[in-house]
């Protein structure tokens, strides 16, 4: 997480509003998700991507609960 954490700081940087910044933020699992949300749009990123979680294939609610959480987690309001 700590080089996410940089090259994200280097592409905001680099970019300096001239460009959208839109980071993978999204994982399997929903307490990741949120972790990685939280620090990330922290860094002044423009948007963060999630994903439909794999694998464990939740239900309408569960995805539901997923994304919200994720949306919760974020520094963007």
Do not use: W
């Not at 239900?59 to 949306?71: N, R, V």
């Amino acid at each position: 997480m700590a080089e996410i954490e940089e090259l994200t700081r280097r592409a905001v940087a680099r970019c300096r509003g001239r460009l959208k910044v839109i980071v993978g933020a999204g994982t399997n699992s929903t307490q990741s998700t949120i972790s990685r949300t939280r620090a990330l749009s922290r860094l002044g990123v423009d948007a963060v991507m999630l994903v439909t979680p794999y694998y464990n294939k939740p239900p309408q609610e569960g995805l539901f609960k997923h994304f919200a959480a994720a949306a919760d987690a974020s520094a963007a309001r």
